[in-house]
């Protein structure tokens, strides 16, 4: 038996509350579960590696340094050693030629 929905008939208060008690409760549920799982707030110390303090990446590191920490963020600068030669070819250069 099919039940149709006549237009001047109107919804009672009991079954609207049937439909949105259950929805409400679901989306209070997954409100929650984000709230205890995910963490909202971007990290307030950050560290990045940089050159030695003569360099000019240090000098841009040092004035984002001082940007973030207006918004409250501490940017530790972690220095970097220089790569030389050495380190790359620590038994000398090598040669191009074909021996």
Known sequence: MKMKLRKDEKIGFREKLI?????AFLAI?????????????????????????????FKFARACQKILSREGISLDLRNTARLSCSAIFPFG???LSAA
Do not use: H, M, T, W
Not at 19 to 23: D, E, N, Q, R
Not at 33 to 47: A, G
């Open 19 to 23: 439909f949105l008690l259950p929805a």
């Open 29 to 57: 549920s997954a409100f929650a579960v984000d709230y205890y799982f995910v963490d909202p707030f971007p990290p307030r110390r950050i560290s990045i590696g940089c050159s030695p303090p003569e360099g000019a990446n």
């Open 93 to 95: 250069s090598p040669s």
